[in-house]
């Protein structure tokens, strides 16, 4: 009798698991506790590479290929596939659905392909984060999500100014469908902060500006818009969305007088374009310039005042802000009463084992509950627990492509995993 009730369970729970599955889920977290990237060029970095990164905060997958180069024929398409970041394996299609096809190009580039595809063998690397941006500027008719033209510029550009081109013109022509998303990208010489969205469900196009980050300039961004003002004139710092001004005046989100700022055009109003994140990396590689969550919005890019080392960039993706005057921890003392040998009680202040900066929310919640109306506020640090992968690319124009781009990657939580080195030429 036993063995059959034992036996029922585990169908029963076989059926709960192969449906869940069935229903994929296609986000855990968030949006706006996802990915942060932080990218640095050639001039700012200890040894002269242009570097990007990344924390995949969230359900991606956390498997990986490299995709080979490849000759195609004349007549030969691309199939783009719903939600294949979230699948188990390569050969995965649980929930997995073609969305449609464009041309594909003669030749393609060998490219790492991650859950958001980030390196190919030109030495061409994009880090990834979920900016948001208005849910009115969605369009669920478009082709493309952000991975998707991620995999398509790594297969079909060899520099940075090409990919953001060709993914803002794809966009435009086929329709964006995905979230307001940033890409930081970068190849040997130069580095990109590229920013996109829908353009309302009326509209197949896209809203997207990419401007070039200094040579000796460090930035991050961290789930929220912040490209501010635009200038159109300056052709070899700026790329845009056609017809990008009388867009964003048509739906009204620009008056036609004040400043272009580009993430007050695609950001939800009332809130700020930046969060902790951005603020405490910009302000630990520029401390001189006194900058505080009090202001309006925050310069994109810094001066670092000392160049950033590999070293450097782990140890900010591996932060919790420990020992700082954001450290979650450093007030969370739990009172809890004890008895003396003679039996008088007495209250005893202590830190709980629970207090520490990768805290689930359940743990947070629960010490909160016993502090009563002394709450701390909870902090998103840049790195946490829900991480899937992360990332750190050199693209170096000194070595030959094949060892010049190396991902110095990473499973799970930044703060607690090694990262082993992948270069641009492995096959």
């Known amino acids: 009798m036993k063995k059959k009730v034992y036996t029922?369970?585990?169908?029963?729970?076989?059926?709960?698991?192969?449906?869940?599955?069935?229903?994929r889920v296609v986000e855990l977290t968030n949006p706006n506790e996802s990915c942060t990237s932080i990218a640095a060029g050639k001039l700012a970095t200890t040894d002269g590479s242009v570097m990007t990164s990344q924390t995949c905060d969230g359900t991606s997958r956390t498997w990986m290929e490299v995709v080979p180069a490849q000759n195609w024929s004349d007549t030969a398409k691309l199939d783009l596939y719903w939600d294949l970041r979230h699948t188990e394996s390569k050969n995965d299609r649980l929930g997995v659905k073609l969305k449609g096809?464009?041309?594909?190009?003669?030749?393609?580039?060998?490219?790492?392909?991650?859950?958001?595809?980030?390196?190919?063998?030109?030495?061409?690397?994009?880090?990834?984060?979920?900016?948001?941006?208005?849910?009115?500027?969605?369009?669920?008719?478009?082709?493309?999500?952000i991975e998707d033209l991620q995999g398509i510029a790594l297969q079909r550009c060899s520099t940075a100014r090409e990919a953001v081109l060709l993914m803002g013109r794809l966009a435009e022509q086929y329709g964006y469908r995905d979230g307001g998303e940033c890409l930081t990208v970068a190849d040997k010489r130069e580095l990109w902060f590229f920013e996109i969205t829908g353009a309302g469900s009326e509209d197949m196009g896209a809203l997207w500006v990419a401007r070039r980050i200094p040579d000796d300039h460090v930035t991050v961004s961290a789930n929220t818009p912040r490209i501010s003002d635009v200038d159109f004139g300056d052709k070899d710092n700026y790329m845009y969305s056609e017809g990008l001004k009388e867009k964003a005046r048509?739906?009204?989100?620009w008056d036609g007088k004040e400043p272009f700022k580009f993430w007050k055009v695609i950001h939800e109003t009332g809130k700020k374009p930046f969060t902790i994140r951005d603020f405490f990396v910009l302000k630990t590689l520029a401390p001189s310039l006194n900058l505080t969550m009090d202001m309006e919005e925050l310069p994109l890019s810094v001066k670092p005042e000392q160049n950033v080392s590999l070293a450097d960039m782990n140890r900010l993706l591996r932060e919790t802000y420990e020992?700082?005057?954001?450290?979650?921890?450093?007030?969370?003392?739990?009172?809890?009463?004890?008895?003396?040998?003679?039996?008088?009680?007495?209250?005893?202040?202590?830190?709980?084992?629970?207090?520490?900066?990768?805290?689930?929310n359940d743990m947070f919640e629960f010490l909160n509950a016993q502090r009563g109306e002394k709450k701390i506020e909870k902090q998103r640090t840049i790195s946490v627990v829900w991480c899937a992968y992360s990332f750190v690319i050199q693209c170096r124009d000194w070595l030959p492509d094949e060892v010049g781009g190396v991902c110095w990657w990473s499973e799970d939580n930044p703060g607690e995993s090694p990262r082993v080195p992948l270069f641009a030429g492995m096959t």
């Open 323 to 360: 020992g700082t005057e954001w450290d979650m921890t450093k007030d969370m003392m739990v009172t809890k009463k004890i008895k003396d040998k003679d039996g008088t009680e007495r209250d005893t202040i202590y830190k709980s084992p629970l207090a520490q900066n990768w805290m689930t």
């Open 101 to 145: 096809s464009i041309p594909q190009v003669p030749y393609t580039f060998a490219y790492l392909n991650t859950g958001y595809p980030c390196m190919n063998e030109k030495q061409l690397a994009m880090g990834e984060t979920t900016i948001v941006g208005r849910k009115e500027l969605r369009n669920p008719k478009g082709l493309f999500h």
């Open 250 to 253: 048509k739906l009204g989100y």
């Open 8 to 23: 029922a369970f585990i169908c029963l729970c076989c059926a709960v698991v192969s449906l869940f599955a069935q229903e």
